[in-house]
């Protein structure tokens, strides 16, 4: 066992990938010499050379354009989006081009769009955004967003051997806060579609990912702990397709949920989670389904403001003690 | 007088709690119903409070500048003993300016102020707010009816009446706890009782005064059973009959011929045999007759089992023919006679008692013209055989001439479920099962 970061356990994900199949190619801006703007593919120029590391032009359109074609001809291409706030560049590739591409032509398109997403760090309404509810609506997509270690590899390899198109999400604010012991040599795989139990609770649910999972185990503990409330934790880790299993497993057990994502409210995965909850566990319910989001506004630099517009761990216990007493 | 909660109310749906910025009346003032009682400042919006009712400021429990969780209690008014008008749901003490509507149904005279699920308070009273005003139903008890989904399915699982738990949750809503809680204390309450079909034992049978010298004998364990089941069975299910005379004369003549090599492979082949397949051809034909009753709905099995009613010395035992459609008639024949046997010698195991999805009853070897079978719940239908024996019966000959000869007839009688099967649907089925008994294919004997 060896502890890891976030980010180191993306990068073994990668590394591994590159080792076992010379399909596996990474394209993206400065992912070569420089090693990513955040240093994940740091090193992998000298190990596999120019040709499987491509620094690429100044455009996401380009760099998902031409993933799309590698992998039409049998490539397994991993594109970098240096920040995903640029991914809306692509966006008419994405879901144009990529997400229809096998029903229109019955063409496969085995490749993964990475990159940093979330807030928390200042980055202000260009380097802050979580993208997912724009592609949740998209047919023909993936969605992966890990919170752990262990996920952020498992969820890498999984999503790069794939035969569908993957959006993989890594929160910029896990990538060095989150470490965790892994171990050395053996293959992880976390299958996509599949959420997790991220904490074994009675009284209510949490239903989160990303960044805002950490946040709600903090608010679970302390819920714990002042109030008695026993909270249970899920972590989606896919969100398209969406585990309904898991969801309506952890409502009926519970029968209160409180959804919360740093996406912004309306529009956001939340609403789409409670009308699947409405639609397939509605007589299990014993309160009003929940939400604690990212106000409505395009994310502030002042920290203060940026403070006040993202869910906090606060914010979770509040809106959570409310809904135990309900 | 009576007392009047005034709570912080919510004032968003993502706002939790509220600041009391101003009291706008102190302590002792005189209030009217509506008029601003004090200001709050949340996130999104900064308010006025209207009172809920008339009356006297008589307690303040949240000073200016504190920060409470909504539905706080934060002061109490007092009010003339009919002078608090009666809570009016079309006005709520929304301020006027305008807040997104509160996803949580808001109060005049709640009485919970916010519990953890953890330390869910004991039972409180019923309170009304105002005496005299009896009749009308009070804020709190339209909201202990105004239930979440889990709850009023838990109500009506168990058939609660949820305006009689007392209830912990806000404005003193009935949660889960709260009714889980009441159900575990009284599990045996007038007001809970258990499906008939789960509980038949629990008929109750009138005591009747013996005469002297009277013999008083306690039911067995199987009289008891079939006495609660058969006055369930009247009580549940709209017992209807139907009646089909049926030609047994070809029947007759087969099961003449086929007797001796049935019997030299060990089967006693009866005319009940014959009946219960072509019973068994044709329930999978008419699936209403091979069905149960569940609640609001109809269960079509997909086995047609079919139990055989057994008359024994000390009772009546029905045993069932698994997969009957699948048996040819030997195989129906043997099952017969081997329940029966295992029946009458007491080696019936659990299973062979279980899973019917149709019964016959066959008392006819009794002599009876026809009988009016009870259902044997949760099927729907249940077929009597009456006596089969030679009567004079009007035939027609193929050239049209009529005359009397002498048939081997029997009485079918059907009692079915009018609940689900119409009688359309019982004599079709039994038309059907007449015809295969009237046209018994040789070959399949």
């Known amino acids: ?326 | 007088m009576a007392r009047v909660d005034v709570l912080m109310p919510q004032m968003g749906e993502s706002i939790a709690e509220g600041t009391l910025s101003k009291w706008l009346k102190k302590v002792g003032d005189p209030v009217k119903r509506d008029e601003p009682l004090f200001e709050i400042s949340t996130d999104k919006v900064d308010a006025e409070i209207p009172a809920p009712a008339a009356g006297v400021l008589a307690e303040i429990k949240v000073q200016e500048g504190q920060t409470v969780p909504v539905q706080t209690l934060v002061a109490v008014l007092e009010t003339e003993k009919g002078a608090a008008t009666p809570p009016a749901p079309s006005k709520p003490e929304s301020p006027k300016a305008a807040a997104p509507p509160p996803p949580v149904p808001k109060t005049e005279t709640p009485k919970a102020a916010p519990a953890t699920a953890a330390a869910a308070p004991a039972a409180r009273p019923s309170g009304r707010p105002a005496d005299g005003d009896g009749g009308v139903q009070t804020a709190e008890e339209r909201l202990r009816t105004k239930s979440t989904p889990l709850v009023r399915k838990i109500a009506a699982e168990h058939r609660v009446d949820i305006s009689r738990i007392p209830g912990s949750g806000y404005a003193g809503r009935v949660t889960k706890q709260d009714i889980l809680g009441y159900i575990e204390r009284a599990p045996t309450a007038p007001t809970a009782p258990r499906s008939p079909l789960t509980a038949p034992s629990g008929v109750a049978h009138p005591s009747v005064e013996a005469w002297p010298g009277d013999r008083v004998e306690p039911w067995s364990k199987i009289r008891k059973i079939t006495a609660d089941h058969m006055v369930m069975s009247k009580r549940v299910s709209a017992h209807v009959a139907s009646f089909f005379e049926v030609d047994f004369t070809r029947v007759a003549q087969l099961r003449g011929k086929a007797k001796g090599s049935y019997s030299e492979r060990g089967v006693n082949l009866t005319f009940l045999a014959f009946i219960a397949k072509a019973c068994a051809e044709n329930l999978r034909k008419h699936p209403i007759v091979n069905a149960a009753v569940s609640g609001d709905s109809t269960i079509y099995r997909a086995d047609v089992n079919i139990g055989i009613a057994v008359a024994l010395d000390w009772g009546l035992i029905v045993p069932v023919i698994k997969h009957a459609d699948e048996l040819s008639l030997i195989g129906i024949a043997r099952a017969i006679n081997d329940l029966g046997e295992r029946a009458r010698t007491k080696k019936l195991l659990p299973d062979d008692i279980q899973r019917g999805t149709f019964t016959i009853t066959n008392p006819g070897g009794f002599g009876p013209f026809a009988g009016i079978p009870i259902i044997n719940q949760p099927q729907v239908a249940i077929l009597g055989v009456g006596a089969i024996e030679k009567r004079p019966k009007v035939v027609s000959a193929p050239d049209g001439t009529e005359s009397i000869a002498i048939r081997t007839m029997g009485m079918l009688t059907m009692s079915y479920d009018h609940r689900v099967v119409d009688g359309a649907d019982a004599d079709r089925f039994l038309a059907d099962v007449k015809q295969l008994l009237q046209e018994f294919p040789e070959g399949a004997v």
């Not at chain 1, 262990?150 to 794939?162: E, F, H, N, P, Q």
């Not at chain 1, 606060?314 to 309900?326: F, N, P």
């Open chain 1, 1 to 326: 066992m060896a502890e890891v970061t976030f980010l180191e356990a993306l990068r073994q994900g990668l590394w591994e990938e590159m080792e076992r199949d010379d399909r596996v190619f990474i394209l993206g801006e400065d992912v070569g010499l420089y090693g990513g703007a955040f240093k994940v593919t740091e090193g992998f120029t000298k190990r596999f050379g120019e040709s499987r590391v491509i620094d690429t032009p100044i455009s996401e359109a380009a760099i998902v354009g031409a993933a799309a074609g590698a992998a039409h001809m049998g490539l397994r291409p991993v594109a970098e989006m240096q920040f995903i706030d640029f991914i809306s560049c692509a966006y008419d590739m994405l879901t144009n081009y990529v997400a229809t591409a096998r029903y229109r032509a019955g063409l496969s398109t085995p490749m993964v769009v990475r990159g940093p997403c979330g807030g928390y760090v200042r980055g202000g309404p260009f380097h802050s955004q979580n993208p997912e509810a724009a592609f949740l609506h998209t047919p023909g997509l993936k969605i992966v967003y890990p919170a752990t270690a262990r996920d952020a590899k498992g969820l890498i390899k999984s999503s790069i051997r794939d035969e569908d198109p993957v959006l993989y999400l890594e929160h910029k604010w896990l990538y060095r806060r989150i470490k965790e012991q892994l171990p050395e040599g053996e293959e992880i795989l976390t299958p996509i579609g599949q959420a997790r139990i991220a904490r074994e609770g009675k009284h209510l649910s949490i239903i989160s990912y990303g960044a805002t999972l950490w946040k709600s185990l903090e608010a679970a503990e302390q819920l714990e702990k002042a109030d008695g409330v026993s909270v249970e934790v899920l972590d989606l880790r896919t969100l398209l397709p969406m585990d309904d299993a898991a969801i309506v497993a952890t409502v009926r057990k519970t029968n209160k949920v409180l959804i919360v994502h740093e996406d912004t409210r309306t529009g956001g995965i939340a609403g789409e989670i409670a009308a699947r909850i409405n639609e397939q566990a509605f007589e299990w319910l014993d309160g009003p389904i929940m939400r604690v989001t990212a106000h409505d506004v395009p994310l502030p630099y002042a920290p203060t403001l940026e403070d006040f517009v993202l869910p906090q761990t606060e914010d979770i216990v509040k809106a959570a003690r409310w809904l135990a007493a309900y």
